[in-house]
């Protein structure tokens, strides 16, 4: 566990170094932090592998690991990339996550959540991003990429792996508030417009000429 971090790192880098990258409304991001606020960035789980290599050393984002073994390789690598981690999940360690995730937010620092969980299913929301955006105010921005030439893993995340020198389109949604006022009964709602923009960017980032 103290060597695959650093080889999967060496493999996203390289890999991501070859991709032409096209990037799409990512004024919506830069919009947020001119106003000096954290965001809750939210992406699928199979379409996670990018983003370390988008987001490297510039510690914009906390991000959140499962307590499992799997996770801790992923948190080392992560680590390699200069991220910060929290450890938890909805199934183990939850509301120790929440408190941590709640209190990183609060110091105005940026988190990154899977939305639709560890354990799927897959491209459907978790309730748990709708709650940590209700209990703080942060925004939630939907993120996702797509890959022209790619490998998709027959695993439960459809797990998408871009093939070096592939292009490859990152597209960013219009942020998600949950305003307080609206009360919990608000919360399925925003969860099915984060669904919504969620799947409407994802279709779109696979859609090529």
Not at 7 to 25: C, D, S
Not at 106 to 135: H, T
Request: hydrophobic residues 40%; glycine residues 6%; proline residues 4%.
């Amino acid at each position: 566990k103290y060597i695959l971090p650093f080889f999967l790192f060496m493999i996203l880098y390289l890999i991501g170094k070859t991709l032409r990258a096209q990037i799409i409304n990512r004024e919506v991001e830069y919009q947020l932090e001119k106003k000096d606020q954290a965001i809750i960035y939210a992406f699928w789980h199979g379409r996670m592998l990018y983003f370390p290599y988008l987001y490297r050393f510039s510690r914009k984002a906390t991000i959140l690991t499962s307590p499992s073994e799997d996770g801790e390789i992923v948190a080392r690598t992560a680590k390699i990339f200069d991220f910060s981690n929290i450890r938890g999940s909805s199934y183990k360690k939850s509301g120790f996550a929440l408190l941590k995730l709640i209190r990183t937010i609060k110091e105005g620092k940026s988190v990154a959540l899977v939305g639709d969980g560890s354990r799927g299913p897959c491209y459907k929301i978790q309730k748990g991003i709708l709650n940590l955006a209700y209990l703080t105010g942060a925004p939630i921005l939907p993120v996702t990429y797509g890959a022209k030439n790619n490998i998709q893993l027959n695993s439960w995340d459809r797990f998408i792996v871009p093939l070096p020198f592939t292009r490859i389109k990152v597209m960013y949604a219009n942020p998600v508030y949950v305003d307080k006022k609206g009360g919990k009964n608000c919360l399925q709602d925003k969860l099915e417009e984060l669904e919504t923009k969620l799947s409407k960017i994802t279709q779109a980032v696979d859609t090529w000429d």
